[in-house]
């Protein structure tokens, strides 16, 4: 019995301990790889053996499978310092040392084979077949075809034999694609579970909620959206009433007064426009704009703790028209609305899951009767 028993397990101590691995290795990019969900994964061998461990360090760049890949096929010595390299590159304009350098072109020319026709099967096509590797990733592998191609498929090209997701990717694009992909070739797939009451064990369920709270903002970001506060996520502008955001401006009002206010600067080091310049094409000049990635990933995270949040814009450019033309810009990024433009500020409203502020019609009603 007690062998039966040990069979049924999907999940073992061993598994957890490389999931873990795996969640480190996701923390790295936690901040970087917006629009992007942070991932992090670990490849280990049948003789218990870590042979690549990597994360996604910044969108367009390869995911977390491929740059573990990278390590366990010998492209690059480690696919964490390979992925850190891009995410300190990004964050430093491009300014960085000479061995940092050498990473990045690295990685970049790796990239580009990879991006290009044939490139999974060219990098990884059997190089793993005779090692019996197991894939620790904290989220489902992507199945559709970006930047990149999808990272299933490159799992399969290099011959994994097993693959650990820690949560299941609900975006519309993958929600069980990559699983599929991985099965429909043999792959033996198993998926934490973020159930106390029905994981194989404490661990696994702390794993698996580890891996769902890492993806979090992303998931309530990418999931369809119904109606919520009486207003559709569709189209905010139509459905967002001058009643509605009175209330908005309102409640930002007093919270300025009460100095809980959060505020968000383009940071100093993004690209700006330039206002003296009168030939300048404002819509198109800002549509250009390098939106920073970290920046736009903290203002997400702040508008579902928040739902509004005053972005200071006088950094980026010095005309109220363009700072209008910006915030729209962020706003439709991150599904948002602009309540409110006064100079080179813009106060951006997103309802949170569930909602915390009451913008419904009885609501508006009362807030105009007391202001009468």
Not at 7 to 22: E, F, G, L, Q, T
Not at 260 to 267: C, I, L, R
């Amino acid at each position: 019995m007690a062998n039966d028993a040990t069979a049924a397990i999907k999940i073992s101590s061993d598994d957890n301990s490389y999931m873990s691995k795996a969640i480190q290795a996701a923390s790295f990019g936690v901040g970087n790889t917006f629009p992007n969900p942070a991932v992090g994964c670990v490849l280990v061998s049948s003789n218990q053996e870590v042979i690549g461990v990597g994360f996604h360090p910044k969108a367009g760049y390869p995911h977390a499978e491929v740059f573990a890949l990278f390590e366990a096929c010998g492209y690059v010595e480690s696919g964490i310092d390979s992925a850190k390299a891009i995410v300190q590159h990004t964050k430093s304009g491009g300014q960085i040392d000479a061995d940092l350098s050498e990473d990045v072109a690295t990685a970049n020319e790796l990239l580009e084979t990879y991006s290009s026709e044939g490139g999974a099967a060219q990098l990884f096509k059997g190089k793993l077949a005779d090692k019996d590797v197991t894939a620790y990733v904290t989220l489902e592998p992507c199945c559709h075809y970006g930047k990149t191609p999808p990272c299933a498929v490159s799992l399969v090209q290099a011959g994994v034999t097993r693959v650990v997701v820690g949560f299941r990717d609900p975006n519309p694009k993958v929600d069980g694609g990559g699983v599929t992909i991985l099965e429909n070739e043999g792959i033996t797939v198993d998926i934490m579970i973020n159930d106390e009451s029905i994981a194989e064990s404490k661990e696994e369920f702390k794993n698996a909620k580890a891996c769902a709270n890492i993806v979090s903002a992303f998931v309530k970001r990418i999931s369809p959206q119904t109606q919520e506060n009486g207003i559709d996520p569709a189209d905010y502008n139509v459905s967002m009433s001058g009643a509605k955001r009175s209330i908005l401006r309102s409640t930002a009002g007093r919270k300025k007064m009460e100095g809980s206010m959060v505020e968000f600067t383009w940071p100093k080091s993004s690209s700006t426009v330039d206002a003296k310049d009168k030939t300048v094409d404002m819509e198109e000049v800002i549509g250009g704009l390098e939106l920073n990635h970290a920046w736009m990933e903290a203002i997400d995270g702040a508008l579902w703790s928040h739902e509004i949040i005053l972005l200071r814009l006088s950094n980026a450019v010095r005309k109220k028209k363009g700072a209008k033309i910006l915030g729209e810009r962020i706003a439709e990024e991150l599904n948002a609305h602009v309540a409110q433009v006064v100079g080179h500020t813009v106060l951006l409203y997103r309802p949170g899951r569930p909602p915390v502020l009451d913008l419904s019609e009885p609501a508006v009603d009362l807030i105009n009767n007391l202001n009468e």
